[in-house]
């Protein structure tokens, strides 16, 4: 082992990484926590670890082969099923942008004291194009490091709520290691079906298996090649451990803080401390239901503005690290499906278009609920479109003829 091979090989973990640190992570996150408190953690720790378990597979594609996913399939798939599995990402894409677009949105809405409008962060978001296309241009090393600035202003900001908060560390500890959930109804199943949706990213499979193509495999030595996969594989273990540990932070705090609390208790908190977004909660005794807005603003009357503000900026750091990386996975996808190589700045400019103009008019013409609420609709997109992006991952990494002496024996 080499801690200097290991940094070699580090950086596309931790741009793949982002997708489970995206607004629709965190939102799943403290929602969550606010239903069922810490008895949905396992299902967290469940899900970062398949997830792991399947980057593993995408990159062992990448790195044995020296073709993405989206290219294997174009040589193994006939015209129709390839279509559609292109259609399938691109959806997914085009959704992981659009959570992307609405938590920067709410971000920069909650960090100017709702002086910039939801419609007016949405048209900002459009800047993001131009920005990550300027840093592009410096390589990709110097991009994988800004990243991991990004990674580690959720990990601060983030942090610094879990510490003002304290969640109580026995529950959290049984909620991660007990897989079983008291008392859970409905509304606690559609949260452990959810936090699978906003872990596993469909499109992150495509974007794994390309992204270690950047580092040079001579793939005519098998051994070079487990040299490679061995390193891939520890880094992308140390990025996805600190993601969930980030994502910890979200669930314990709302769990902690806000599980079981009614309208009326944060409405009488956010009154006392004279916040001006008390009118959020109505004054009565049903149970709180957050969501990213709701999820600063209660936190901002309970442990001051301070709190609000450090939470807005974790979920902008959020918002614009995602913008990237679907970018890439956009780029790889039709250009390995298709064979269409567009210029990057055409491609983001698509995409973005697509993205903000729904998510435009709901900022305009409704309110943050329903701009949240289509959040919540988006993560169940992802979860439906995941088979698409699974099959093929699990079938070429088994097939000797695509493997060779690496196919996957399970």
Known sequence: ??????????????????AYLDPGNIESDLQSGAVAGFKLLWVLLLATIIGLLLQRLAARLGVVTGLHLAEVCNRQYQKVPRIILWLMVELAIIGSDMQEVIGSAIAINLLSVGKIPLWGGVLITIADTFVFLFLDKYGLRKL????GLLITIMAVTFG???VTVKPNQQKLLQGLFIPYCKDCGT???????????AVIMPHNMYLHSALVKSRQVNRADKREVREANKYFFIESCIALFVSFIINIFVVTVFAEAFFNKTNADVHQVCANSS????????????????????GGVVLGCYFGPAALYIWAIGILAAGQSS?????????????????????RFARVLLTRSIAVTPTLFVAIFQDVEH?????DFLNVLMSLQLPFALIPVLTFTSLPTVMHDFANGL
């Open 323 to 343: 913008t990237m990386t679907g970018t890439y996975s956009g780029q790889f996808v039709m250009e390995g499906f298709l064979n269409l190589r567009w210029s």
């Open 144 to 147: 994988e490091a800004f990243f």
């Open 160 to 162: 610094y709520e879990y």
């Open 275 to 294: 916040s001006p977004h008390s009118s959020l909660f109505p004054n009565n005794n049903e149970t709180l239901e957050v969501d990213i807005y709701k």
């Open 1 to 18: 082992f080499s801690f200097r091979k290991l940094w070699a090989f580090t950086g596309p973990g931790f741009l793949m990484s982002i």
């Open 371 to 375: 701009l949240t609420g289509m959040n």
């Open 187 to 197: 509304p606690q199943l559609e949260q452990a079906v959810g936090i699978v949706g």
